[in-house]
């Protein structure tokens, strides 16, 4: 029997090699979305600003001299300081069907977290909870949306093999465009909305609209499971990209007298223009791109982003905020040739939202699953 051996990734070079492997494990899965390479590379890259307050480890697996899997190990200050020193995180799972592969993997990550003092492993997480986040366990027949993970049909049953359990589920919502739907909204909200409006953002002042969108975001999600805030620096790159390729009427902001109370943030669905560049952006394909972006008409888009401030929430002012906030994105969708939106993801158990998009026709088509294993001494 060949031995698996598990190398930590040092160079530029097994940096490299680290982000390819994705290419052997879904080389057959018509589903599967390879994802820009140089997107990934600054992704890993200490200049992302998530580095400013985690670290992280890599580890590629070899078998008879060729790489069959991957693995990262996280450690976030911020999540400590608001949830416990003793979680680790690991993430960017991809490995042949091997128990041997995984379990060597899956070894170098508890040896690392063990020697960092933690007494618990949670994940996937790629890297942090603000990114991509969760193990597909239905919906394989779907492709992927936008920032959202994909992984084959075998990944959850070697992990149970490896002792991980459920910590927590998420849920993607799926809804399409209907003239209905808003008018549904329309009537629950009646005519007195009082000062409550939503309105697009002003791209001429980025930042000042982002500092708002994200004074919400982590107020409006500070209580959640596992929440860790975005930094300034974290939101600031992540909204310049958004801005690359969002329309400013489908990020919105929702609020009373003047005072910014919520917000919505729906972006096309780029998995539609990527796929077939294979993740490459070089010779050609930065053109083509640029192009896409400018003249593709996106069949779909994902709210990536929504939140209401706290003081709003579980109140009938808070809903009528929500839903104003589905309304008006629907109604800007309705002159455009996108019909369906995935809103995702949201937590198993935050009813509250279920309730609300449920009630308007959405239907949960998708779930991930976040693990937790003990790390024993």
């Given at each position: 029997m060949t031995s698996v051996s598990v190398i930590k990734v040092k160079s530029n070079k097994e940096l490299n090699k680290f982000i390819k492997i994705p290419w052997r494990i879904y080389k057959n899965d018509p589903n599967w979305v390879p994802p820009l390479f140089i997107e990934r590379k600054l992704h890993l890259a200490k200049s992302n600003p998530y580095f400013h307050h985690a670290k992280a480890w890599l580890w590629i697996a070899y078998k008879d001299g060729e790489p069959v899997g991957r693995i990262s190990a996280q450690i976030d200050r911020l999540y400590e300081e608001r949830h416990d020193s003793k979680t680790g995180h690991w993430g960017l799972l991809e490995a042949i069907d091997s128990p041997d592969v995984f379990r060597a993997l899956f070894n170098s990550v508890e040896k690392q977290l063990k020697k960092e003092g933690k007494e618990r492993?949670?994940?996937?997480?790629?890297?942090?909870?603000?990114?991509?986040?969760?193990?597909l366990i239905k919906g394989f027949e779907y492709p992927p949306f936008f920032m959202m993970p994909h992984?084959?049909?075998?990944?959850?049953?070697?992990?149970?093999?490896?002792?991980?359990?459920?910590?927590?589920?998420?849920?993607?919502?799926?809804?399409?465009?209907n003239k209905a739907t808003i008018d549904r909204i329309q009537t629950i909200l009646g005519r007195?909305?009082?000062?409550?409006?939503?309105?697009?953002?002003?791209?001429?002042?980025?930042?000042?609209?982002?500092?708002?969108i994200f004074y919400i975001f982590n107020n409006a999600w500070s209580q959640n499971w596992g929440f860790v805030p975005f930094t300034r620096d974290e939101?600031?790159?992540?909204?310049?990209?958004?801005?690359?390729?969002?329309?400013?009427?489908?990020?919105?902001?929702?609020?009373?007298?003047?005072?910014?109370?919520g917000f919505i943030a729906l972006l096309p669905?780029?998995?539609?223009?990527?796929?077939d560049m294979d993740g490459r952006l070089f010779p050609i394909n930065w053109l083509k791109l640029l192009w896409r972006l400018k003249f593709h008409d996106f069949k779909s888009g994902r709210?990536?982003?929504?939140?209401?401030?706290?003081?709003y929430q579980n109140s009938?002012?808070?809903?009528?905020i929500s839903l104003s906030l589905i309304r008006d994105v629907m109604k800007e969708i309705l002159e455009t040739p996108m019909t369906q939106m995935e809103l995702s993801w949201i937590l198993e158990d935050n009813l509250a939202m279920s309730r609300i998009i449920e009630g308007l026709g959405a239907k949960p088509y998708k779930t991930y699953r976040i693990y937790e294993k003990a790390l024993r001494p």
């Amino acid at each position: 029997m060949t031995s698996v051996s598990v190398i930590k990734v040092k160079s530029n070079k097994e940096l490299n090699k680290f982000i390819k492997i994705p290419w052997r494990i879904y080389k057959n899965d018509p589903n599967w979305v390879p994802p820009l390479f140089i997107e990934r590379k600054l992704h890993l890259a200490k200049s992302n600003p998530y580095f400013h307050h985690a670290k992280a480890w890599l580890w590629i697996a070899y078998k008879d001299g060729e790489p069959v899997g991957r693995i990262s190990a996280q450690i976030d200050r911020l999540y400590e300081e608001r949830h416990d020193s003793k979680t680790g995180h690991w993430g960017l799972l991809e490995a042949i069907d091997s128990p041997d592969v995984f379990r060597a993997l899956f070894n170098s990550v508890e040896k690392q977290l063990k020697k960092e003092g933690k007494e618990r492993m949670l994940g996937p997480f790629n890297l942090s909870i603000n990114q991509e986040c969760g193990m597909l366990i239905k919906g394989f027949e779907y492709p992927p949306f936008f920032m959202m993970p994909h992984n084959p049909t075998y990944y959850p049953k070697r992990l149970h093999e490896l002792g991980h359990t459920k910590a927590k589920d998420l849920i993607a919502y799926s809804i399409e465009k209907n003239k209905a739907t808003i008018d549904r909204i329309q009537t629950i909200l009646g005519r007195r909305l009082g000062s409550l409006a939503t309105r697009p953002i002003n791209k001429k002042e980025l930042e000042r609209e982002l500092d708002s969108i994200f004074y919400i975001f982590n107020n409006a999600w500070s209580q959640n499971w596992g929440f860790v805030p975005f930094t300034r620096d974290e939101y600031i790159q992540m909204g310049k990209s958004m801005n690359l390729i969002a329309s400013p009427n489908l990020i919105r902001i929702s609020e009373i007298d003047g005072k910014p109370v919520g917000f919505i943030a729906l972006l096309p669905n780029l998995n539609e223009i990527i796929k077939d560049m294979d993740g490459r952006l070089f010779p050609i394909n930065w053109l083509k791109l640029l192009w896409r972006l400018k003249f593709h008409d996106f069949k779909s888009g994902r709210v990536l982003l929504m939140g209401v401030l706290k003081e709003y929430q579980n109140s009938l002012i808070g809903a009528a905020i929500s839903l104003s906030l589905i309304r008006d994105v629907m109604k800007e969708i309705l002159e455009t040739p996108m019909t369906q939106m995935e809103l995702s993801w949201i937590l198993e158990d935050n009813l509250a939202m279920s309730r609300i998009i449920e009630g308007l026709g959405a239907k949960p088509y998708k779930t991930y699953r976040i693990y937790e294993k003990a790390l024993r001494p």
